[in-house]
């Protein structure tokens, strides 16, 4: 019994075990193919991962390409539109009518050392906002500076005055021709805007070398230093051709340096005035040796023949040439010298209010400053033409002088350019901020 037992429940448990073991489980099954496609799937993507990461590298890198072309385009776009109204040639004696209506801008050492003063008061400030100072390259400038390339030196002094209407560019036209100067080695007499020694003088004395004269020891001492900072550098060889007394004392003795004169009118004020005339007869003289190139620029030349605000003794009111700087510079203008030239401006506001309905040299220097030029070869200065109005509205827009959105439109500047009647100081005007 217990043997048949035993049989039975043997039967029993193998027929349980060939069940469990013939039956499948769904849920294993499942499991199992899950667990296989994603070992697969792990192993398949642990190969393909550095491939993944290259091409996205590589994307990457194409983003960057592209990025560095539109930036390129947009460079290039920029450089275009600035050589529209701006030149790369920034030497004077290297600019053509090639350069005509373009910009340039002056290095700021040329500025200190010619343009401490003689420049227009609104041209200073705006080339202050601007934080550069640029010359239009204009066709006046450029055929005084064609004519002095091809001086002949030995022959007299030639004389060229720039005239026009007021706010036409005259100044700024001679300061491109003293920018000339300063890169061709002239030796520069500078005098800008004598009008305000008629109007406004600082100090008057009494003149120790002539009797009659006026001194302004001030505006002498001030010409000097201007001087100096203009031609040192040509002028630390010459030497004086005489010798002058100023006192018992003090003299300059024959082969001195002229910058020994200089020096001494800056420290002795006084006589600051008769050491200007002394340079400039020294000036002459080592300009007939042909030792310098001399360039005479007078802005406002018709003011040496004017009345001034002074008063004599006898309370009549001084003529300009009884200055003793204006007598000195008076001398320079004549063409009795050589290896040299004379460059002047005439403006109308130099004269009396009553004197100032035409913009010819004739009618503002008078008979008596017309015969003391002639001969003189007349430079007109006018408005701006078409190209050199848009030039500056440009330049004005690439300075962000001009921020309105519809100045940037061709409307907009000929909106511009008919509001100003393409006059440079009137441009300048609509142009600027309220």
Request: net charge positive; with cysteine; aromatic share 10%.
């Amino acid at each position: 019994m217990d043997a048949s037992m035993r049989a039975v429940r043997c039967g029993k448990t193998l027929r349980l075990f060939s069940a469990l073991f013939s039956r499948p489980k769904t849920h294993d099954i499942a499991s199992n193919v899950y667990s296989t496609s994603a070992c697969f799937k792990s192993a398949s993507a642990k190969q393909q991962h550095p491939h993944v990461q290259s091409l996205s590298s590589c994307r990457q890198m194409s983003n960057l390409a592209e990025q560095f072309k539109a930036a390129t385009a947009a460079k290039r776009q920029a450089v275009n539109v600035q050589t529209v109204f701006r030149t790369q040639e920034g030497d004077p004696t290297k600019q053509s009518t090639a350069q005509e209506g373009l910009f340039y801008t002056v290095p700021e050492e040329d500025v200190t050392r010619i343009f401490q003063k003689g420049l227009p008061p609104h041209f200073t400030r705006q080339a202050k906002t601007f934080a550069e100072t640029s010359f239009m390259v204009r066709k006046p400038a450029l055929q005084v500076i064609e004519y002095l390339k091809h001086l002949n030196l030995d022959h007299p002094a030639p004389r060229f005055v720039l005239y026009g209407k007021r706010g036409s560019g005259r100044t700024l036209s001679l300061a491109h021709v003293l920018h000339f100067g300063l890169r061709d080695n002239w030796v520069l007499l500078y005098l800008p805007w004598p009008c305000d020694w008629n109007k406004w003088p600082h100090e008057v004395s009494p003149s120790p070398y002539k009797s009659g004269r006026m001194d302004l020891p001030i505006e002498a001492a001030e010409w000097l230093v201007s001087f100096k900072a203009q031609n040192a550098h040509l002028l630390k060889d010459i030497r004086l051709s005489q010798s002058y007394v100023w006192t018992k004392r003090e003299t300059a003795d024959e082969g001195s340096l002229l910058l020994d004169v200089v020096d001494f009118g800056l420290n002795r004020m006084k006589f600051a005035t008769d050491c200007v005339g002394v340079i400039l007869k020294e000036l002459r003289k080592q300009a007939a040796m042909h030792k310098i190139k001399l360039l005479v620029a007078v802005d406002g030349v018709n003011a040496f023949w004017n009345q001034t605000s002074v008063k004599n003794l006898e309370r009549e009111f001084l003529m300009a040439d009884q200055f003793s700087l204006v007598h000195n510079f008076k001398k320079m203008l004549l063409s009795n010298w050589t290896h040299g030239a004379i460059v002047c401006t005439v403006d109308a506001e130099a004269n009396a209010v009553t004197r100032r309905e035409q913009t010819t040299p004739y009618y503002l220097l008078g008979k008596e400053g017309f015969e003391w030029l002639d001969p003189f070869v007349p430079v007109h200065v006018p408005d701006y033409t078409e190209k050199e109005a848009y030039s500056c509205i440009e330049y004005y827009l690439d300075r962000n002088w001009i921020q309105h959105e519809a100045a940037q439109t061709e409307e907009g500047k000929k909106e511009l350019i008919f509001l100003s009647n393409k006059n440079p100081f009137q441009l300048m005007r609509v142009c600027a901020a309220k």
